[in-house]
């Protein structure tokens, strides 16, 4: 979903370009403007995503945990739970953060090729760092909590 916004957005974004510098310079602004907004839609609805598929990650490896634990199994199974369940997250975070970066850079070139106003780069550039940073608390409270869980099982 989000290449495909991201191939319509650089093809509208460059068409929408087009008309404007033959009509008016307003339209330029107004054009950009939109898909400055758009891409700061777009990464924001990636770093929901993988929020999302954090928490339910955690909470499944929360579930191993307890029924491993409540099975008798050996304190290795419980930490290699563990483990398997951090870079489960790991992965999904590093593919989000991956995948913001590419919105972000895709969208601050074509604003540029747009000769967009410093403003609007800006709000994307922002945007970028502020969802990155969002999936990356995400994934460090997921590890906290799979640690604690893990924790209180071997010492069940």
Do not use: W, Y
Not at 89 to 107: K, L, P, S, W
Request: aromatic share 2%.
């Amino acid at each position: 979903m989000s290449s495909m916004l991201m191939k319509s957005s650089g093809l509208r974004a460059g068409l929408f370009g087009l008309i404007a510098a033959v009509f008016a310079p307003a339209a330029m602004a107004q054009d950009a403007g939109q898909l400055a907004q758009e891409c700061v839609r777009a990464v924001r609805v990636v770093a929901l995503n993988a929020t999302q598929d954090i928490q339910e990650a955690t909470e499944d490896a929360i579930g191993v945990i307890r029924d491993l634990n409540n099975s008798d199994a050996t304190n290795q199974e419980i930490l290699r739970a563990g483990v398997v369940a951090r870079n489960r997250i790991e992965a999904r975070a590093d593919a989000a953060r991956e995948r913001i970066g590419t919105i972000v850079q895709n969208c601050v070139q074509e604003l540029r090729a747009m000769d967009a106003p410093q403003a609007l780069i800006a709000r994307v550039l922002d945007a970028g760092r502020d969802t990155r940073r969002a999936v990356s608390t995400a994934q460090h409270r997921a590890n906290h909590r799979i640690n604690a869980a893990v924790r209180l099982a071997i010492e069940d």
